[in-house]
C-alpha cells in the first residue's frame, strides 16, 4: 500500500501525517508513507492541503482533518 500526504509542511499536515503513522500501527499493515511538499505535484491532485492518497486515490482533502478512526477506515477500503 502506497500512502502519500500532500501538504506543505504546516501543522495540519504534521497532524495528518501523525493520524495516519498511528492507523497504519494499529492496523498492522504494510505501508509505504510518503510526504509530498512540492506545490505542482500536489496540485495534480488538489489546491486544498492537507491531502491524504491511498494507492493513488485522493481520499481526504482540506480541514477538518479525518481522525485517526477515519483514517483507519479509508486504508481499510484500499486494503
Not at 500532500?6 to 501523525?18: A, Q, R, S, T
Not at 496540485?43 to 492537507?50: A, E, H, L
Not at 481526504?60 to 486494503?79: A, D, F, N, Q
Request: aromatic content about 2%.
Amino acid at each position: 500500500m502506497e500512502i502519500k500526504i500532500l501538504g506543505p509542511g504546516c501543522p495540519n499536515c504534521h497532524m495528518l501525517e501523525e493520524n495516519v503513522q498511528k492507523a497504519v500501527k494499529e492496523l498492522e499493515i504494510d505501508a509505504k508513507i510518503e510526504k509530498v511538499t512540492d506545490m505542482f505535484e500536489i496540485m495534480k491532485y488538489t489546491i486544498s492541503t492537507p491531502g491524504l492518497l491511498i494507492n493513488g486515490k485522493l481520499k481526504h482533502r482540506g480541514k477538518p482533518l479525518p481522525t485517526i478512526e477515519k483514517v483507519k477506515s479509508l486504508i481499510k477500503e484500499e486494503v
